[in-house]
């Protein structure tokens, strides 16, 4: 069954892009042209993916994504931020909100199919088999993709819970941004290294107390301390 992409977009020409690329290369296509419309079908429809413009009339992509990730019907679907926006405040916003990944107008139609395809396969491929991994009082359940600090619960996009698992399954390697790129995310684009340092910068701080465990590594990337 082909999987179904919402495209939320409020540029016409743009819409009518994404749904030829989508299409030409199997994906079945939502469109909305607002904020609004795009939550309503998310939440009707339940898509494998939700492509979401920034900049949107009515409710804007950043709200949109918000509402999304506090419904437990959508809380689950991935969302990649689209926007002509590049600054990296913006990309920052994106993913402490819950974004999976963040394009930049004008992009390649073939990085962006790349990108959707990698995300897809990460959320099909990469659910691990029941067990846990534990460092101290940071607690990580494969099974239910939760994690715990002391007995409270963390919570993570599947973006930074991936990342942590992969530092942590590594723990005292040390792990290069393209390594990290092409095993979190699932692709390597050159100017894409930086995507790395603000999903390390945000899941350092939602894991407060253990932080300091991941180490950077001058020049190279990062390393997960081996011992406490």
């Not at 079945?28 to 898509?47: R, V």
């Not at 959707?116 to 991994?133: G, N």
């Not at 534990?134 to 607690?139: A, P, R, V």
Request: net charge negative; aromatic share 8%; with cysteine.
């Amino acid at each position: 069954m082909s999987k179904k992409i919402l495209i939320v977009e409020d540029e016409q020409d743009i819409l009518q892009l994404i749904t030829f690329h989508l299409q030409a290369e199997g994906f079945a296509t939502l469109t909305a042209l607002n904020g609004i419309k795009g939550l309503e079908l998310a939440k009707e429809q339940i898509p494998d993916m939700i492509l979401l413009d920034l900049m949107l009339p009515g409710m804007d992509g950043l709200e949109v994504c918000k509402t999304l990730k506090r419904d437990p019907k959508t809380e689950n679907i991935p969302v990649v931020m689209l926007t002509a926006k590049g600054e990296e405040i913006d990309r920052i916003v994106g993913f402490e909100l819950g974004a999976d990944d963040y394009i930049t107008k004008p992009f390649s139609p073939r990085e962006l199919i790349l990108r959707l395809r990698a995300i897809l396969r990460r959320y099909e491929t990469e659910k691990p088999t029941p067990s846990k991994i534990s460092f101290g009082d940071l607690q990580i359940d494969l099974d239910s993709y939760r994690v715990w600090i002391d007995k409270e619960q963390i919570y993570l996009t599947i973006t930074e819970f991936n990342l942590l698992l992969e530092l942590l399954e590594n723990k005292g390697r040390v792990r290069s941004r393209n390594q990290l790129l092409d095993r979190v995310w699932g692709y390597q684009f050159d100017g894409y290294a930086r995507t790395v340092d603000t999903h390390v910068r945000r899941l350092r701080q939602k894991i407060g107390p253990y932080a300091d465990a991941i180490e950077t590594v001058r020049g190279v990337g990062y390393r997960f301390k081996d011992s406490e």
